[in-house]
């Protein structure tokens, strides 16, 4: 008789538990908005398409919507797992459900054959005992594999401490020192993790105490203790930057630039002959400048607030043509990331306003294209929960939802290549913060 295909919702299931255990950001239920936004960008680097952070929200049921998901939205998120379409990820779940393949059946399965014996005779006693000793000992080994992951113990939140100190209190690098305990974990499955990237993860002893992580870049972290792909425990962490920090955002680790390169005749900018001082290369990809500030502006909040700077793209030769510039204003769990870049490479940008976020992928966002070889002027504001974009004294972008109320905590630019900034002016009406280099 026909097995009857998984139900949608149940495949949606299993899609969660997927993504849950590919990030490694443990329980899907427990994710933030943040979270949701940064699974948008990784989804869109790897896949090349962008799937908004709100769309994933209303996925992972984190915001109401009665209407299923469209084929292209499902073919996606099933390709960043690896599968070709959602009809393949289908398909391979309801064979397995409907052959009910457990690991003793694929064991039963795959029965493990002994060497054949040389041609001038049959094995030897010693050679026979050999060949029953690694049975057994494989045997025992699945058995007590499987006796241990057919019922593991319950990760239980309260079970598991965690906190962390700053070796300085401000400016980059700076070493993290985590306190914690997991000595309850039902295996060694137990890893810290620096933020929402994966990348910035490190596996840990559940019998130790104490792990140190290097922070590169002053910004608002969540730092996350996971057990067997769970979250148990999470905690806020501010870097901050001391003033201005200027790098170049390579990997592993970036190249600061100190400040008399980076402050000049009353503007903040690194030249790209400084930066090929630095030896870094500027073809075939040029690197991403990054200014960054991040401090205690007190309090100034992303739903009330005016923000105005003057920018400009200082490079633009090879595969820096689109001079991709960003702005980024960020607060605690989430930013507001304002594009610029050459007129024909819109398609590329991304908006964020806190909860608000559009593609250029799918929305007309031609308004951030300008003429970036002089400087433009920036100004972003929001009141009353709307919020608004400026460019040269033109309104070009109004954000009529999902701003929501956030604590601003620092100011950031990036440059495909490098660029100037002429001056930074921030404030509520009752404070204010001026920066003119």
């Known amino acids: 008789m026909r097995t009857p295909p998984m139900p949608f919702n149940q495949l949606i299931e299993t899609l969660k538990q997927q993504y849950e255990t590919h990030t490694g950001w443990g329980d899907s239920r427990t994710w933030a908005n943040q979270d949701f936004i940064k699974l948008s960008a990784l989804i869109q680097q790897r896949t090349g398409v962008t799937l908004s952070h709100v769309t994933l929200k209303r996925i992972w049921g984190k915001v109401k919507y009665d209407s299923l998901p469209n084929t292209y939205t499902l073919d996606t998120l099933v390709h960043f797992l690896g599968f070709e379409d959602w009809r393949s990820f289908a398909s391979a779940h309801q064979k397995n459900d409907a052959d009910d393949i457990s690991r003793t059946d694929v064991v039963a399965k795959e029965p493990v054959t002994a060497p054949k014996p040389a041609l001038t005779g049959k094995p030897d006693n010693k050679r026979i005992w050999q060949i029953t000793a690694g049975v057994a000992l494989l045997t025992g080994i699945v058995i007590t594999y499987l006796s241990i992951n057919k019922n593991p113990a319950p990760v239980v939140d309260a079970d598991y401490t965690f906190s962390s100190k700053k070796v300085v209190t401000q400016g980059v690098p700076n070493s993290v020192i985590f306190d914690y305990g997991a000595a309850k974990a039902p295996g060694d499955s137990v890893i810290i993790q620096q933020s929402w990237d994966t990348k910035l993860r490190q596996k840990v002893s559940k019998w130790d105490k104490q792990h140190t992580s290097i922070y590169y870049y002053p910004d608002y972290y969540r730092a996350k203790l996971i057990v067997n792909n769970k979250i148990v425990k999470q905690h806020d962490l501010l870097i901050k930057s001391n003033g201005w920090v200027a790098a170049a955002t390579l990997s592993p680790v970036p190249v600061y630039f100190d400040n008399t390169e980076v402050m000049r005749n009353g503007k903040m900018g690194v030249s790209a002959a400084s930066i090929a001082a630095h030896n870094i290369k500027m073809q075939p990809s040029p690197p991403f400048m990054l200014y960054s500030n991040v401090q205690d502006f007190g309090p100034i909040y992303s739903d009330d607030f005016v923000f105005e700077t003057s920018i400009r793209n200082d490079y633009k030769e ?37 909860d608000h976020y559009r593609s250029g992928k799918k929305t007309d966002l031609s308004m951030f294209g300008t003429d970036l070889s002089k400087f433009v002027k920036v100004r972003v504001e929001a009141h009353n929960k709307i919020g608004k974009v400026y ?21 950031d630019y990036s440059f495909q290549g490098t660029g100037s900034v002429d001056y930074v002016k921030l404030s509520n009406g009752k404070v204010n913060y001026v920066d003119e280099f």
Do not use: M, N
């Open 391 to 411: 460019l040269d004294d033109k309104l070009v972008y109004t954000a009529s939802s999902g701003v929501v109320r956030s604590k601003i905590i620092g100011i």
């Open 318 to 354: 090879g595969s820096a043509v689109c001079q991709q510039t960003h702005l980024y204003i960020l607060c605690e769990g989430t930013a507001i990331a304002i594009p610029l870049c050459a007129k024909g490479c819109v398609s590329d940008v991304d908006l964020i306003f806190t």
